[in-house]
């Protein structure tokens, strides 16, 4: 059983498109967070959630949204894809956003924009 | 949280130790030194943290100097699996986000 899920795992769009990833995790945790790692391996933090609300924005374009039906789900909303959108993004959780414990990441989602 | 220096690769040969070592000169009294590593094409993975003393767990140790300045994680065993770029990342109690640097390459050879 997966702790953390996205999916899909892999997804290939036109620039200009809108799409959507989708996290789940099944830890009970009560903070979530979306990564993005670009082509040259950085991982930096995008949004965090804690219980549904959003405790972290690093700047991220308009473009991206994420929203947080419940504190088991995350999902990264992105309109009018460009180019450089493309990378790799990871979804993660932690048991609480005080706690000093670890984050569980997921297994990523391969966004290709042509 | 404090700035964190890593080489950039390393090589380890099968079932030897591998030592990583990281500076973390800035690092202040309540951050905690946490270790993470990715294998390629797989999220990252924790692997253990520390804030003063030396810790183990069925990963890795960590050793922290006295002074807090540097650690050093420590795979007793190194397996072919454990080819990696491993994160040594400096985080406060309290602090929501996790703050990867570029990391060190970590290639076991047989």
């Known amino acids: 059983d997966t702790a953390v899920s996205q999916t899909p795992k892999y997804l290939v769009t036109q620039m200009g498109n809108d799409k959507s990833i989708k996290c789940e995790q099944n830890?009970?945790?009560?903070?979530m967070y979306w990564y993005k790692q670009d082509s040259k391996k950085f991982l930096k933090i995008m949004f965090s959630?804690?219980?549904?609300?959003?405790?972290i924005n690093e700047t991220v374009p308009n473009r991206f949204s994420p929203k947080s039906p419940d504190k088991a789900h995350l999902n990264l909303h992105i309109n009018s894809l460009e180019l450089g959108d493309s990378a790799v993004y990871f979804c993660?959780?932690?048991?609480?956003?005080?706690?000093?414990?670890?984050?569980?990441f997921g297994e990523g989602s391969r966004l290709t924009v042509l | 949280d404090a700035k964190t220096t890593q080489p950039t690769s390393m090589d380890c040969a099968e079932g030897r130790a591998a030592n990583l070592p990281c500076n973390h000169s800035?690092?202040?009294?309540?951050?905690?030194v946490y270790w993470y590593r990715q294998i390629h094409s797989q999220g990252p993975q924790y692997i253990i943290h520390?804030?003063?003393n030396n810790e183990t767990n069925e990963m890795a140790s960590l050793i922290i100097t006295e002074d807090r300045k540097s650690s050093t994680l420590i795979l007793p065993h190194a397996t072919l699996r454990d080819t990696a770029v491993y994160y040594c990342?400096?985080?406060?109690?309290?602090?929501?986000?996790?703050?990867f640097g570029t990391g060190t390459r970590l290639t076991i050879i047989p």
């Open positions: 520390g804030l003063k």
């Open positions: 830890l009970g945790h009560d903070t």
């Open positions: 990342i400096g985080r406060y109690s309290g602090n929501e986000k996790l703050t």
């Open positions: 993660a959780s932690s048991q609480s956003a005080s706690n000093t414990g670890e984050l569980f």
């Open positions: 959630y804690n219980n549904k609300e959003l405790i």
């Open positions: 800035t690092i202040s009294g309540n951050e905690y």
